[in-house]
T-cell receptor, first 117, second 111 residues
Framework: EPEVTQTPSHQVTQMGQEVILRCVPISNHLYFYWYRQILGQKVEFLVSFYNNEISEKSEIFDDQFSVERPDGSNFTLKIRSTKLEDSAMYFC???????????????FGPGTRLTVT | DAKTTQPNSMESNEEEPVHLPCNHSTISGTDYIHWYRQLPSQGPEYVIHGLTSNVNNRMASLAIAEDRKSSTLILHRATLRDAAVYYCILGSGAGSYQLTFGKGTKLSVIP
């Protein structure tokens, strides 16, 4: 069964450093998302992406964040200058409007745990 | 945005049915009801969705009240693998497809 993959599984970085989190969405999906979950808290939406453009973003997704689809398979989230409060699990997801649940039927990866020290 | 209310936690014995309730009294006519679950240390997983009629799939059933102000996710025979946090999420598809997760219901399955 096709699945979303994410690398690395765990990233440790120092405050102020740039990090890039990588995702490979399901191959025929065209809509991509990033969510994050701070330890013990809710899953929060960050951004959605379609046709090489951001479709929607939350208040969390400020100028420190950017997303890119550098090639036909990868989808990346970059945090330019990490802060302690960026420590969280980051989940990538993808979807296809032809699925029964439409774009609300999103398939999530296993996540990247980002630890900022 | 329409809001959902779920119990914080529930327990079930293994092999028994589980009924997970969700209240959404301010649901609009175009809102679909979606259920996701999150197993420990994993990403959320789509379970099922519905609009007005009851729905079944290989994972679960979704029973929707006639007035649509509540719904129930039914796991017919709970297994240890079903221990997870279950989220009830509304979505109208009106140009926004972000999933808004609440705290969900933490389901414990007792062997």
């Amino acid at each position: 069964e096709p699945e979303v993959t994410q690398t690395p599984s765990h990233q440790v970085t120092q405050m102020g450093q740039e990090v890039i989190l990588r995702c490979v969405p399901i191959s025929n999906h065209l809509y991509f998302y990033w969510y994050r979950q701070i330890l013990g808290q809710k899953v929060e939406f960050l951004v959605s992406f379609y046709n090489n453009e951001i479709s929607e973003k939350s208040e969390i997704f400020d100028d420190q964040f950017s997303v890119e689809r550098p090639d036909g398979s990868n989808f990346t989230l970059k945090i330019r200058s990490t802060k302690l409060e960026d420590s969280a699990m980051y989940f990538c997801a993808s979807s296809d409007p032809l699925l029964a649940g439409g774009l609300y039927e999103q398939y999530f990866g296993p996540g990247t745990r980002l630890t900022v020290t | 945005d329409a809001k959902t209310t779920q119990p914080n936690s529930m327990e079930s014995n293994e092999e028994e049915p589980v009924h997970l309730p969700c209240n959404h009294s301010t649901i609009s006519g175009t809102d679909y009801i979606h259920w996701y679950r999150q197993l420990p240390s994993q990403g959320p997983e789509y379970v099922i969705h519905g609009l007005t009629s009851n729905v079944n799939n290989r994972m679960a059933s979704l029973a929707i009240a006639e007035d649509r102000k509540s719904s129930t996710l039914i796991l017919h025979r709970a297994t240890l693998r079903d221990a997870a946090v279950y989220y009830c999420i509304l979505g109208s598809g009106a140009g926004s497809y972000q999933l808004t997760f609440g705290k969900g219901t933490k389901l414990s399955v007792i062997p």
